[in-house]
């Protein structure tokens, strides 16, 4: 009996235990929307000025994701995304954008409204890709969704902020062929925006959010209105701790018709972490949260058998032909100047001393509530002035690295970086530690803790033999402000003080989470 009772409970924990937890993913993916294309559910974020962008997420339970693509393979539109001439496009590329599947031509379609500018879309034959631009619509979708009409097949986009609209495309869905404005918000309710749009039972939804602690239903028979709303949550209580109200995200049927809302918590350093939960429909046709004791669940039953993916946690060797989906760039990188496969191998593209004008710079979302990053860094080809490294990126920065100065190698610890309201550089930080070290290859370890009381403590910590790690340096007080979007990265960087020639190899990058 003793013998088999760890064998039997832990088969009945597999079998009745089919709970799952929020956040589903512990990690940055804002503005989600979600799909569904047969029993396949996919899962589209924003990015920003984080090239490739917006990732394309897979799952089969709603729960477990894996990344399979980004659905923006370059942020081409314009030098300022590849970070030269003196330009930058921090906060700026993509904002809440949309995807959709439309059946009739088996294409997948993203579109976007790029900062300040136009909306781009961008189409594929499968969700894991190949993606590529196809089109450009002057109007700027702001916060769009898009719906393809399941009974006439007519592609629609739902977007604004307050003043909402809807878009009808031209019929290869590259074009707008007519758009009007469908709803203005009353004072009573104020700023709508973040559309998705959806249709069920004959009745068209747009589903908006009234930032960042309310989330609205308006309701009609035709795409063009007349809209009624409806409150589907206000203040609702947050199943993270210390995080910020669900709002935003998105809707979606399961292939059993069973309803799911994905919304996302504001849970900054950390960024806007998906949660999930279940959605019931009322008899007015509104959607109704189910909730538990009156808040969002902390936990739900299973909405589908849980199918585990590959998790984000674990190490990378780079020993294939491309760098996973996990990984992005700061703005779009120098092709010729990384190379994978032995290793992630960066050549210095950037003569620079600020951290924030480093091309080739690339980035992996920390991971809530606590992670850390180890990088095994081979630093015998750097020159005289290169630095190279593991950051934890965002506003306001550290990190530790190597430089070269003069023939000494030493492992430096920079803490201060940060940059202005309008995301220039304000300081491009200060060494507070730094101590010799030789024999050509270093363990870098950089941790981010973002559970309350904790403080927000980015640490960093290095090894020369992978085995003992010596704190090192001070730490770094993670800035919650939400004003630059993106949550935290661990970064992996190498840039040149004096001039161009050197390179680092990155044997191997490890993530942890707690
Ligand atoms: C969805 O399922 C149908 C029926 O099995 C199949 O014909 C179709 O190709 C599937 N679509 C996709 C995108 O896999
Ligand atoms: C790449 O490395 C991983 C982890 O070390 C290993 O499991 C995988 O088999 C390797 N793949 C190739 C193509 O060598
Ligand atoms: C480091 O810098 C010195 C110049 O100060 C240079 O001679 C050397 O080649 C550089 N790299 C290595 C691997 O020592
Ligand atoms: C950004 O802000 C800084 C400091 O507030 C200011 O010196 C700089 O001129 C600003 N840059 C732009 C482009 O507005």
Redesign the pocket.
Known sequence: MLLFSPVLSLLALSVVGQQFTNPVLWEDLADTDVIR??DTYYLTSSTMHYSPGAPILRSYDLVNWEYISHAVPRLDWGSKYDLTGGQRAYVEGIWASTFN?RKSS?TYYWLGCIRGSNTQIYTAPAAEGPWSRKGTISNCYYDAGLLVDPDTDIMYVAYGNTQLSVAQLSSDGLSQARTQNVFNSPSNIGTLEGSRFYKRNGNYYIFVTKPANGQYVLKASSPWGPYTSKQLLFNIQTPIAGGGIPHQGGLVETQNGVWYYMAFVDSYPGGRIPVLAPITWDSDGFPVIQTVNGGWGASYPYPLPKRVLESPVGTDTFNSTSLSHHWEWNHNPEISKFSVGAGLKLETVTVTNDLYVARNTVSRRILGPASTATIVLDYSGMKQGDRAGLALLRDQSAWIGIKNDSGTFRVIMVNGVAMNSNWSTRSTGSEVSATTVTGGKIWLRASADIRPGSGRQGRFSYSTDGKTFTTFGNALVMNNDWHFFMGYRFAVFNYATTSLGGEVIVEEFTLTAA
Do not use: G, T
């Open positions: 294309v047969n599947y088996r």
